[in-house]
């Protein structure tokens, strides 16, 4: 099994990848479009179909930490390529299996939350632009720790 630890969501900033800072969780979601078609297979109800179009998302959530965040993308990074409307490059790193899911997208949703003494959190999606990309980085398969900075 891999822990959900092992993989990291990044960023690319000015040429360089960084993970977004304070993650919880981070993953990636696909889906596809279907048209309804009629075979000779459609008997008792049956429904056949073909695939069309297909989409991913990449949803995310974490927390706000405001010290340095060097070498990190904080929330207030998200925001600013949110609100600039640009499309980023990402990359879901795997540390355990050497797997990097990479693309172009977009930052469609943010959300903040604050609720009374908890600490302020927030979500948001990446929506794909064109096909995930998928390659083994065998660099990381004898990895068996992350440094992580967790809140306290």
Same mark, same amino acid.
């Given at each position: 099994m891999i822990n ?8 690319k900033i000015s ?19 279907? &048209? ?5 297979q459609n008997t ?19 927390? &706000? ?88």
């Amino acid at each position: 099994m891999i822990n959900g630890l092992y993989e990291i969501l990044m960023i690319k900033i000015s040429g360089t990848f960084f993970p977004i800072g304070c993650l919880s969780s981070n993953g990636i979601q696909e889906s596809a479009e279907t &048209i309804n078609t009629t075979t000779r297979q459609n008997t008792n109800g049956w429904r056949t179909m073909k695939a069309t179009g297909q989409t991913y998302s990449l949803p995310f959530d974490g927390l &706000i930490k405001y010290s340095d965040l060097t070498n990190l993308v904080s929330y207030r990074d998200i925001e600013d390529l949110k609100r600039a409307r640009n499309n980023i490059e990402w990359k879901l790193e795997n540390l355990q299996d050497g797997t990097v899911d990479y693309g172009d997208g977009l930052i469609t949703s943010l959300q903040r939350n604050a609720a009374t003494d908890e600490y302020i959190s927030f979500s948001g999606t990446i929506e794909g632009y064109g096909e995930p990309l998928k390659e083994v980085n065998s660099l990381y398969l004898t990895s068996d720790y992350v440094d992580v900075d967790y809140v306290e």
